[in-house]
């Protein structure tokens, strides 16, 4: 009697402790994070799809390198969409593969992901717009990333994180969740203390062992990227910026860096070929 008391207490901790295991990995692929895991860096598929994702990874995070025509500024894809665009909250490109195609809210607009791939070269790159072969290459890694991923379903991570809107109407102090419209001046003392050691006193960004990708002026992202809005700028800064650990700006800070930053020269951007 005893013995079988014994014995089913551990089966019920066996079973239990699968459970545990189970959970931590659940079929979508998230972990216990809540977050997706894209495919190990590295191990690519075989064959030519491996040869092709190789490509597209390497033009994602050296587009100057290995496409040097299509390079108007001195960023790479994986400048905004970091670590290689396997990071929840910083636009993750396993977050966008599921969700396209989609339609546009505002122009009722169906959009491919192909558009959204030309938009960033031509916005965030100020770049002429790929041939096929370069956005096909960028298509297939952003593919193999999503392996595993639901189709349709708008997985945690996705995107940029949500901060409250400040309220643009006063600078007075709305209470606990609300913060005050952005203060540039602030941004400023704020951008000396947190950003300029790595992007450099003038926002151009930095060569050498702390390099970095420039803010503003002639190489940076154009007037027509979506970091031209200082709550989208915040969004990514609050998640990511400055990168090390344990560093992260409050929903203030990063409003009042953005405010700074988007207050900064940049290019005006190239013309849509699309009306
Ligand atoms: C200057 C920063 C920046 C650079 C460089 C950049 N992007 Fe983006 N990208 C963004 C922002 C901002 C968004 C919109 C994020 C949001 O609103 O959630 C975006 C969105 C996207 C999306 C859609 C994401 C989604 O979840 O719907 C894709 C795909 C994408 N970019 C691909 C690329 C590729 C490929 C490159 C390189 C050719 C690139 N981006 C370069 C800033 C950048
Ligand atoms: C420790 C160095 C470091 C610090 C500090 C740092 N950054 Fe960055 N930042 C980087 C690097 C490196 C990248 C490019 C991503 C990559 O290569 O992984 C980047 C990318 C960016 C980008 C997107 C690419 C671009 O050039 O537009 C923005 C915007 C940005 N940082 C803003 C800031 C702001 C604002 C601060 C201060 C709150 C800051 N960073 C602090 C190193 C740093």
Known sequence: ????????????????????????????????????????????????????????????????????????????????????????????????????????????????????IRMCFRNALNAAPPDSETVRALDVYIFWLSKGAPIGHELKGRGLIRISSPDRTSGFFRGPGHPRSPDTLKGLELYSKSCASCHGGSGQGKEGLHRSPPLWGPFSYTMKSGFTSVSLLAEFLRKNMPPEKGKHLTDQESLDIAAYVDSQPRPAGRVSSRK
Not at 17 to 45: H, N, Q, W
Request: net charge positive; hydrophobic share 35%.
């Open 1 to 116: 009697m005893r013995k079988q008391t014994g014995l089913s207490l551990l089966l019920v901790l066996v079973l239990s402790a699968m459970g545990i295991v189970f959970s931590l990995t659940s079929s979508d692929g998230a972990t216990s994070s809540g977050f997706f895991t894209p495919p190990e860096k590295g191990r690519y598929p075989e064959g030519p799809l491996g040869i092709l994702v190789k490509k597209g990874e390497e033009i994602f995070t050296h587009t100057g390198q290995f496409v040097p025509g299509y390079a108007g500024n001195a960023l790479s894809c994986a400048s905004c969409h970091l670590d290689q665009g396997r990071k929840p909250y910083a636009a993750p490109m396993w977050g966008a593969y599921p969700m396209y195609p989609m339609v546009d809210p505002k122009t009722r607009r169906t959009v491919w992901l192909e558009d959204r």
